[in-house]
């Protein structure tokens, strides 16, 4: 059972065996819960909670404490060397530049993906063939980051302004219908990090407009029409009605974008493998660590980015503070 | 809050509803064509990477050097040979029906293991009292951000210790670890919509935690646990990283490893990359067309509660 | 990940031009469906297998060798066949894993103590680096026999590591060569140059017609720069010299020395010269953003003449295009400072084994003699071996054998592909990364500063 399916049958039997084999253990914890009379929540949030905490403390809380204490040591994880990584992350120009291009990274995207996502929500509600206009947006939510990498490297496609060569770039194409010249987007910084940037707002855009557009459709009617009573407009009506009642629906969007935003780093991978100046730290962490054999500095990048993430999850819980007051 | 609007428990009003939202009025002060015109050209824009690389996966390989995709509108030239190439188990070197099925047995218990141990784990966040509640709550929520890459070495070594590596079971315990954090927030978020009176009713029935958690819970949850599902059905099937690490040897492999050991070298050969990554991209995309709906009434849930 | 060199390039140059034959080939014969598209010759042309040259290796039935490398599809398919006697003979089984990720899963694998029985290593450098886990076995004495017989001491000495030896070489390549069109040599009077003078002078000579003689690209995903790179080298032991470039490979002479000026300069003359790139890609920045398959295809649309690229690159013409002296394209070497000194850059791959069971060292053994390297030369295409024992006329691809003579010449200096012996943080990253912005504009003394103090302290 704990061996290496090999065969079809073998594959599917393990499958089920393993989703028995859970079963058995939630029933297991069910079970013993049950025998808990009245309201003993102790014991019971004990066994509701074990397996996820065992779980995530094996699983990623032991990975990351370890990380931090190897953002303390030098390349080779041999020697003690203080702060010296964080040091270089934060004067090595190459460094800033990550920096700098993560920057851009989580305060564009998770604005202009929700932003472009509220805009089309409102646009197509009640639309004719709603459901059809949605899908085209978030299709590309489906699409794996290295897929989609694939597809935008073509979009952006260079070929040069030379005999009868044509472009198979459509972005290029478009510059050169336009009378502009061919450009190697990809390469002129720090243009090509929004170009890159354009993907993921691409992907996650749809994400928005799904989550947005079922939080609109969930505003009472009884406030439209008193707003409307009132005689307030239209922009009236988003400014102070729609957009009031949905901030929350905001706020979860912008958060989830913005962590899958630090996190991202196939799109640069796939795309320019963080050269000409587009490298983020999700991407400088992965080469530093496996390409560079400089695992010191690779944990600190690691750990910049939970520190980044820091303000995102204070915000929310001050939210969550807030909604429960 | 700023929410004036009490809102109802009902995640989503239904589609149907005749009479105009607040969306709809927003949208009457632009007049309805230049409406319509902004809506068209947004959903053009979104269309246009993949459709374009849609009709290149299905055009020659000189073509494809030579002219750009919008061409074939004048000059209409298809061929399945890019597919032919990319499926084809001499050329691939791979089996890929044995790969997808590796796909669908490695994706199945990873959505079904973090969906029952989270919703089991935000209906204690939810509804129970037990000391460091919320800071465990915080903790998960910010485990999040943990590299995914960063856990891979001791993951392994604990595989191997426990002598289980290059078996299905390394992929499922890791995706199911991973995917908890997220669930976690999502169903809490949900559960804690259900209205504490119903909580009480159940219990002065004398329902314990357990069924209540079946009786009252559980249905109301399913079109989050669903919206969940989804999301996570698309993050394994789509995951590359984990697979690699862990079960990289071809009897097991996912179709995303054959894929990329396929397609991935061939540098700028638009024709097989193209026909690959359509190849790597059709189940999502049809699961979640199909099952889209689930999406969006869960995911809102979370939401709507200000 | 193609942190390896030389390797991992010759099989993606082999995976998009075999399959660019093989389309091309169905697309123009609909029902010749035996084109045979994977680069291989059928099983049948190595004959009976006779088993009289395994005997020796005893009987291994019912065990198991696992194998992990870079070496993926298509180019796996000949490997898994030269195999084939072997196993038929004593009975193993050989479990193949190819994974282009190999660089740094291995590495993952290795620490965590789940490595493969026998990895092919493309670097010495990664060599090291597993060595440097505990977890790798030395080399097998019959093996370790066998290496000093059939290859150079210096092709044994890259599989060494701190005195002891653990890896056998497998293939090798040449990156010494530049590609170009016999056709328009022959129409236009163009001689192939035997010194570095003579090669401007030629340039300049194509130059003068207008047409811009070279083509380049070193773009390749989170690899892109490493073209760069052997551009540098090559250069390096031309106009310094075989010592000097050893001690430079060894930092025993700094990165941002005159000598790695004068070479990078010397690169510059080409690369950074608008009159001589980028033949039918655009200007000289876009050698940064072309990928190294695509730059010399440029050859065969007349776009340009020259293209400076390894021994591997001959897989990435399709399968129309006639690869030899005679044909559509061919390489010849690239010249020294004088027609009699002949440094000959080059790279390859090496068996490193993480067991030491019987059949491992069987396995090990068996890819060191002459008798895998000529049946794997019988199979192959694109693929050459620094094995002695290697018969040239076993190999199929006419720049195959123009391969295996510079490797054999007597006279050739040859010397490993210097950045996959440098540390990683120089050789797989910094070095890569600095080349590139050399090329988008970086001037010679700020890249070769900023290489030299990557270099780990």
């Known amino acids: 059972m704990f061996t290496t399916a090999t065969t079809t049958s073998q594959k599917i039997l393990q499958m089920f065996a393993a989703i028995l084999l859970f079963a058995a253990v939630i029933g297991l914890i069910l079970f013993i819960a049950g025998r808990f009379t009245g309201k003993r929540d102790r014991a019971i949030a004990a066994l509701y909670l074990g397996p996820t905490v065992l779980m995530l403390s094996v699983g990623l809380l032991y990975p990351g404490l370890r990380t931090i204490y190897q953002s303390f040591l030098d390349a080779s994880l041999k020697n003690f060397i203080g702060f010296d990584n964080y040091v270089t992350i934060l004067s090595d120009p190459e460094q800033l530049t990550v920096l700098r291009n993560t920057a851009f990274w989580v305060l564009v995207t998770p604005f202009v993906a929700t932003g472009v996502g509220l805009l089309y929500a409102i646009l197509v509600d009640k639309a004719r063939m709603e459901s059809f206009a949605k899908a085209l947006i978030f299709l590309p939510m489906s699409i794996s980051f290295v897929a989609a990498g694939v597809i935008w490297k073509f979009m952006y496609e260079f070929r040069p302004d030379q005999g009868n060569i044509k472009q198979i770039g459509f972005v290029n194409q478009l510059i050169v219908w336009l009378g502009g010249e061919p450009q190697q987007l990809l390469i002129d910084s720090p243009l090509n990090t929004f170009l890159l940037i354009a993907v993921m707002v691409w992907i996650q855009a749809g994400f928005a407009m799904t989550v947005l557009s079922a939080a609109i459709k969930a505003i009472p009617d009884d406030i439209i029409e008193a707003a409307r009573l009132d005689g307030v407009g239209p922009w009236g009506m988003f400014r102070f009605v729609t957009l009031p009642a949905i901030r929350p629906a905001v706020i979860v969007v912008i958060t989830t974008i913005a962590i899958g935003t630090l996190k991202v780093f196939d799109i640069v991978q796939t795309m320019t493998g963080g050269r000409f100046d587009t490298s983020v730290i999700a991407n400088e962490f992965y080469s530093q660590t496996f390409r560079s054999d400089n695992r010191g500095l690779g944990a600190a990048l690691a750990v910049v980015l939970f520190i980044l993430v820091i303000p995102i999850v204070v915000y929310n819980i001050r939210q969550l503070r807030r909604s429960e007051a | 809050m700023t929410t004036a609007a009490p809102l109802t428990t009902t995640p989503v009003a239904t589609t149907e509803t005749k009479k105009l939202s607040a969306a709809a009025s927003a949208k009457a002060k632009l007049t309805s064509p230049w409406a319509s015109l902004a809506a068209v050209v947004l959903a053009v824009l979104w269309t246009i990477p993949t459709f374009g690389l849609l009709i290149t996966s299905f055009r020659t390989t000189e073509d494809i050097r030579r002219s750009g995709w919008w061409t074939t509108f004048t000059n209409p030239l298809f061929t399945l040979d890019n597919y032919k190439a990319v499926l084809d188990p001499e050329q691939a070197g791979a089996n890929l029906p044995d790969s997808f099925l590796n796909s669908l047995v490695m994706t199945i218990p990873s959505v079904i293991i973090p969906l029952c141990l989270a919703s089991l784990a935000a209906y204690a966040f939810a509804w129970m009292n037990f000391p460091g509640k919320n800071i465990l709550f915080i903790a998960i929520f910010a485990l999040q951000i943990v590299p995914l890459q960063v856990t891979l070495l001791p993951l392994l070594q604990l595989f191997v210790a426990w002598d289980i590596d290059g078996t299905f079971w390394t992929v499922w315990l890791s995706h199911s670890t991973f995917a908890l954090p997220l669930a976690i927030y999502l169903l809490h978020n949900f559960i804690k919509e259900v209205p504490a009176s119903l909580i009480e009713a159940a219990r002065i029935d004398g329902a314990g935690h357990v069924s209540i958690f079946f009786r009252v819970l559980l249905p109301l949850l399913t079109p989050a646990l669903a919206a969940f599902g989804i999301f996570q059905f698309l993050w394994v099937w789509n995951d590359l990283l984990v697979s690699l690490t862990f079960a990289g040897a071809p009897a097991i492999s996912p179709l995303t490893v054959q894929l990329s050991n396929l397609t991935g070298t061939r540098g700028t050969a638009w024709y097989l990359l193209s026909a690959g990554a359509f190849v790597s991209i059709i189940v999502p995309v049809t699961v979640f067309l199909l099952l889209q709906r689930y999406f969006v009434r869960g995911l809102l849930a979370g939401s709507v509660k200000g | ?457």
């Not at chain 3, 390859?348 to 068996?366: C, H, I, M, N, Y």
């Open chain 3, 1 to 457: 990940m193609f942190v390896q060199r030389g390797s991992s390039r010759s099989r993606i140059a082999l995976a998009g031009a075999l399959s660019a034959g093989l389309v091309l080939g169905l697309s123009a014969c609909a029902d010749s469906k035996d084109d045979g598209g994977s680069g291989t010759v059928p099983a049948s042309s190595l004959g009976a297998i006779d088993c009289t040259p395994y005997t020796a290796f005893g009987d291994l039935k019912g065990k198991e060798v696992s194998i992990y490398t870079g070496i993926v599809t298509p180019e796996d398919a000949p490997q898994k066949q030269s195999y084939k006697p072997f196993e038929d003979c004593t009975g193993v089984t050989i479990k193949y894993e190819g994974d282009k990720a190999f660089e740094t899963q291995v590495l993952i694998r290795a620490e965590a103590g789940n490595p493969p029985d026998v990895a092919f290593v493309p670097q010495p450098g990664l060599l090291q680096r597993l060595v440097a886990t505990g977890k790798a076995k030395e080399a097998p004495a019959e093996t370790a026999a066998l290496v000093d017989k059939n290859f150079g001491a210096d092709w044994k000495a890259y599989g060494t590591v701190d005195g002891k030896f653990y890896a056998a070489p497998l293939g090798a390549n040449v990156k010494s060569l530049v590609w170009y069109s016999p056709k328009e040599f022959t129409d236009n009077g163009y001689t192939v140059p035997t010194t570095l003078a003579e090669l401007k002078t030629l340039s300049d000579k194509i130059a003068a017609t207008g047409k811009k003689p070279w083509c380049a690209g070193i773009s390749s995903g989170e690899a892109t720069g490493w073209p760069m790179t052997d551009w540098m080298e090559d250069f390096y032991l031309r106009l310094n010299g075989v010592d000097a470039y050893d001690k430079w490979v060894k930092h025993e002479t700094p990165f941002n020395s005159p000598e790695s000026t004068k070479a990078l300069d010397a690169v510059g003359e080409y690369l950074k010269n608008d009159k001589y790139v980028n033949g039918g890609l655009g200007d000289v920045k876009s050698i940064a953003s072309t990928t190294f398959q695509d730059a010399g295809l440029q050859i065969i649309e007349g776009a340009c003449s020259l293209h400076r690229q390894a021994s591997f690159y001959a897989a990435n013409f399709d399968k129309n295009t006639k690869v030899a002296e005679d044909g559509d394209v061919y390489a010849f070497y690239l010249p020294g400072e004088t027609a009699d000194k002949k440094p000959v850059l080059g790279g390859g791959e090496f068996v490193l084994a993480f067991a030491d069971r019987p059949e491992v060292k069987a396995f090990q053994t068996f890819l060191a003699t002459d008798t895998w390297a000529n049946a794997k030369a019988k199979v192959s295409s694109g693929w050459v071996s620094a094995n002695k024992g290697l018969q040239i006329s076993n190999l199929v691809n006419p720049i195959d054998q123009l391969s295996a003579k510079i490797l054999q010449d007597p006279n050739a200096q040859f010397r490993f592909d210097g950045s996959d012996m440098m540390p990683a943080a120089v050789g797989s990253n910094a070095f890569w990364k600095q080349a590139t912005n050399w090329i988008t504009g970086q001037d010679t003394k700020k890249t070769l500063d900023a290489i030299e103090a990557a270099w780990p302290k």
